[in-house]
């Protein structure tokens, strides 16, 4: 089975700075799909950025951007010019890419992100 | 607003009694899914269903949990004779899955059950 492993039970970044939220993952699949996924207090599950595994190029997404290791099995997360509004739960997660596309996810069990004004 | 919504979202109930989740997914959207987060934790995916058809269950949906999806539209997920330990958050999520199409999860914002 394919766990996710986020070592950073809490992280703080002083606003308008940069930081990195760590991500190891174990799997013995080659194709499979990573996500960095945000939880405000609101509790709603935001997407903030996918990676496919057989995808070499690091993906980006305005501020945020990964650092995808497939080798290590390692996916963290670069948050750019920090904003207050960036302040959540930050949850990695796996999916394995089979023929039925179902999003059954793999959590991690999270990183709280706090923005220092 | 046409996101995924969920009702109640709390609910308190004494330890043997029976409770009903409802969950609205985005209208287009065929598939929704049916995740359990516990406090500290990450969601964990518990079912999910293609239009009518529940298509999985996990491992972690005992015999005292069930969950409908009549007419491919609304989800009804039901917990019988609640445990303290089905103290969690309940997060619906739905996708609209067809051949070629990216498809992406979204999320509501989950009903707190808390079981005395």
């Known amino acids: 089975a394919q766990t996710v492993t986020q070592s950073q039970p809490e992280m703080s970044v002083q606003e308008a700075e940069t930081v990195t939220l760590s991500c190891t993952y174990d799997?013995?699949?080659?194709?499979?799909?990573l996500f960095w996924y945000k939880q405000p207090p609101s509790r709603q599950m935001i997407l903030v950025i996918r990676?496919?595994?057989?995808?070499?190029q690091n993906a980006t997404e305005n501020r945020f951007s990964v650092n995808f290791q497939k080798a290590a099995k390692s996916f963290s997360l670069k948050i750019s010019d920090s904003q207050l509004g960036d302040a959540a739960m930050y949850f990695c997660?796996?999916?394995?890419?089979?023929?039925?596309?179902?999003?059954?996810?793999?959590f991690g069990q999270g990183t709280r992100l706090t923005i220092n004004p | 607003d046409t996101g995924v919504s969920q009702d109640p979202r709390h609910k308190i109930t004494k330890r043997g009694q029976n409770v009903t989740f409802r969950c609205d997914p985005i209208?287009?959207?065929?598939?929704l899914y049916w995740y359990r987060q516990t406090l500290g934790q990450g969601p964990e995916f518990l079912t999910y269903f293609q239009n009518e058809a529940q298509l999985e269950k996990s491992r972690l949906l005992s015999d005292r949990f069930s969950a409908e999806r009549p007419k491919g539209s609304f989800s009804t997920l039901e917990i019988q004779r609640t445990e303290q330990g089905d103290s969690a958050m309940y997060l619906c999520?739905?996708?609209?899955?067809?051949?070629?199409?990216?498809?992406?999860?979204?999320f509501g914002s989950g009903t707190q059950l808390s079981v005395l």
């Open positions: 209208s287009e959207h065929n598939r």
């Open positions: 799997t013995s699949e080659s194709d499979y799909y």
């Open positions: 990676q496919e595994a057989y995808k070499q």
């Open positions: 997660a796996y999916r394995s890419a089979d023929g039925q596309g179902a999003q059954k996810l793999v």
């Open positions: 999520a739905s996708s609209a899955h067809y051949r070629g199409l990216d498809e992406k999860l979204f």
